[in-house]
């Protein structure tokens, strides 16, 4: 049963469901419960020592929560929801900066259920499901957003075909179990499905991020060889793409949305706890503006998440009384999520430094973390003006030209 939340300026209407609040409950206390600030930075101080940067028994706790396999259908052991019901997790693990591999095997399972075969879905599914970890290598030197237009390529070899090229800012890959990797196949955008039981360890190599929660790595493919069967080629490829897209607009919207809400609270316990002047620094007005500004940014940024996330569940709904979603209007109001979170999300990390003095500029200030995530979510998949740049496309049809 779907609870109408508010109306959007489109004339559609926000909607949260009894599942989505049932999610939300969960993943908030779960999310507070695991994610203290201190397991925050335990995690950031084994970065240097080879570690995954996440806890194992969190991340299988998760799986027995059934959080993994949510947005696959249940015949692959899932539990047969959308895609969309995912960001009310994503937005708790955002406000306390859980660090798991949640977001990266989210995109692998989207890119799988657009495009993989049955006989990959059949192989990969349930086991995405039961907690086995996968994430996407998409992006490469140049740093180009079009996903279609990868390097890299797959070459015709003796058991299937030979890869070359490299990869960068591949999230989770030393404890992933499965890499979907973009190359170029023929000439044309397709998809790789890469284990990683036999990866040579030389072809991982750790990168440093601004977001020290998050691993990062270069994946280098030259000369792994694979099957045929781990291709995903032609409109599959296409709509894998296109999914893995979407999924990671959502839930960086989503985190952003989460992250904000998580150093507002960090800026207004500092100024309800320091003292200048013989006054709380919080009761000063251009202090509370700020905060204020802060909270709109929020709403703002919730408001098209959840926008977002109520067409993706719609579109996702097989009920006789579903109207059909326009891909448009999905694509729409994803890029607008991710261009509201994303700045919004950095104004308030920048504010919430400033606000906290002299000691907002030093690494013991929790503001700094969230600062960073937030400049590591930004540019993720496309920054701001990447987006404005596709949605005036969309919104904005082109004027007749005069004859």
């Known amino acids: 049963m779907s609870k109408p939340m508010s109306s959007d300026g489109l004339g559609s209407q926000l909607h949260f469901s009894d599942e989505q609040a049932m999610l939300q409950d969960s ?3 779960f999310c507070r419960e695991q994610s203290p600030m201190s397991a925050v930075r335990r995690l950031i ?59 990266s095997t989210l995109l692998c399972t989207e890119g799988l259920l657009a495009g993989g075969s049955a006989a990959q879905q059949l192989l990969w599914l349930p086991k995405l499901a039961q907690g086995s970890i996968g994430t996407v290598a998409l992006f490469e030197d140049e740093g180009d ?39 170029q196949h023929h000439g044309a955008p397709a998809l790789v499905l890469l284990p990683t039981a036999h990866l040579p360890p030389q072809h991982l190599q750790r990168e440093a991020v601004i977001d020290e929660t998050r691993r990062s790595y270069r994946l280098t493919l030259d000369g792994l060889g694979l099957p045929a069967d781990a291709l995903i080629t032609g409109a599959a490829a296409r709509r894998a793409l296109q999914a893995v897209r979407q999924a990671a607009l959502l839930l960086a919207s989503a985190e952003a949305t989460g992250g904000i ?3 507002l609270a960090v800026t207004v316990d500092y ?39 109520t ?45 906290h003095g002299g000691f907002g500029f030093t690494y013991d200030c929790d503001a700094q973390l969230y600062l960073h995530r937030a400049l590591w979510l930004q540019p993720w998949f496309g920054d701001a003006a990447h987006h404005r740049r596709r949605l005036a496309d969309l919104l904005l049809p082109l004027a007749p030209q005069p004859a």
């Open 311 to 355: 067409l993706l569940v719609e579109a996702g709904s097989t009920g006789a009384d579903t109207a059909p979603i326009a891909l448009d209007a999905i694509e729409i109001a994803l890029r607008m999520a991710k261009v509201e979170a994303g700045d919004s999300f950095v104004a308030a990390g920048d504010r919430s430094v400033q606000f």
């Open 145 to 183: 957003w079009d996903l279609l237009s990868p390097t890299c390529h797959a070459e015709p070899g003796a058991a299937g075909v030979t890869l070359q090229g490299a990869k960068t800012l591949v999230l989770d890959a030393a404890g992933a179990d499965l890499l979907l990797v973009s190359v």
């Open 261 to 263: 809400a998580g150093v």
């Open 27 to 29: 993943a908030v206390t």
């Open 271 to 309: 100024l309800n706890t320091r003292s200048a002047f013989g006054r709380k620094i919080g009761s000063y007005q251009a202090l509370k503006h700020g905060c204020a500004d802060i909270l709109i940014g929020l709403e703002r940024a919730r408001s098209h998440l959840h926008h977002a996330a």
């Open 45 to 103: 101080g084994h970065a240097g020592d080879g570690s995954t940067g996440f806890d194992r028994p969190v991340w299988q706790a998760m799986a027995e929560l059934g959080w993994l396999g949510i947005n696959i259908p249940e015949r692959f052991g899932g539990s047969g929801l959308t895609l969309g019901h995912t960001a009310v997790i994503a937005e708790a693990m955002g406000r306390h900066l859980l660090a798991t591999p949640f977001v």
